[in-house]
């Protein structure tokens, strides 16, 4: 009975077919099996207004990815994905890589530790800084436009409000409620 429910579901395609109707051909014993095959993950039931509708694992996608941009954008995406994985060379080189991979992925976690370097070694008497000195230096550094230095710090400020003050002023830094921001210490 299992092999006759899955065929008449796949058989309604990307429509999907109502779980009543399912019930009403094959009576009282389908719902076990739709149970089962639910458990199993080789069909799936969503609601559509008022009715129940099932789908298999091969359909269900594609009927998702009709209807939802989003999930038909993944799907793009993951299908051009390659992986390739480089043959190690030596233990300290895989520790770089390591470490530029996460560096990659996580560069806000990077330029926060430079940002605070900067604050930390360059402030003035009462912790005043000029963002254009630690553009400088982060740039020089890191080898990033003046454009990403701003991002990036706009970024970082915007998330650790309480750990960053900003002060008006300057002829460089970061525009906030129309006025540019020239100074930022450490609070």
Known sequence: MEDE????????????IKRLELKRTFGKNCENVLETLIEKQQ????KKGTAYFVWTRENHPTKKSQYEPTIRMVQNNVTKLKYVKPKPINPIHDLRNTINIFQQTNPNID???????CLTESYTSIGWMPF???RKKICDSKNISSDHFYTLASELLEKHRENYEISSGGKEGIIMRGLLHGFVRNV
Do not use: A, T, Y
């Open 132 to 134: 254009s000195q630690i």
């Open 111 to 117: 330029f926060k530790i430079e940002f605070d370097k």
């Open 43 to 46: 069909v799936f039931v969503e």
């Open 5 to 16: 429910i899955l065929k008449k579901i796949s058989s309604s395609g990307i429509k999907g």
